[in-house]
């Protein structure tokens, strides 16, 4: 697989997608969360993505489970994060359900990927 290859990935473009927008939604968050919600959200949003460009780099499909495994235990963190963020008043109900709509969208995405990897 060339380096660029897993820009085809479905699961990989939905999830740059959602950093990109988890940081624009996340830049009129409190100076205090700067440090703390603000850098969690961001860094469990780019774990999502990283881990899956990082497995459909690898050499076995062991691995790319593992590393979807991964990235579906961000998405986890993630939307936690987003509920947090939303009962705190940092991002509207309306901005909230959408970053949380696309986080389990690529979920179902991963669990659907790693469910075919297993039967293999």
């Not at 780099?57 to 939307?79: A, D, H, V, Y």
């Not at 991002?91 to 790693?114: A, M, P, Y």
């Amino acid at each position: 697989m060339r380096t660029t290859a897993f820009k085809k990935s479905i699961a990989w473009q939905k999830g740059y997608i959602l950093v990109l927008e988890i940081y624009k939604s996340t830049d009129s968050f409190p100076i205090k969360e700067r440090y703390g919600l603000t850098s969690q959200i961001r860094r469990s949003a780019s774990s999502v993505v990283f881990n899956i460009a990082e497995g459909l780099l690898r050499n076995t499909l062991k691995e790319l489970t593992r590393f979807f495994i991964i990235s579906r235990g961000s998405c986890g963190e993630l939307e936690t994060q987003l509920m947090l963020a939303k009962d705190l008043g940092y991002i509207t109900t309306e901005v909230s359900d959408k970053l949380i709509g696309q986080t389990v969208e690529i979920i179902r995405i991963l669990n659907s990927s790693i469910k075919t990897l297993q039967a293999k």
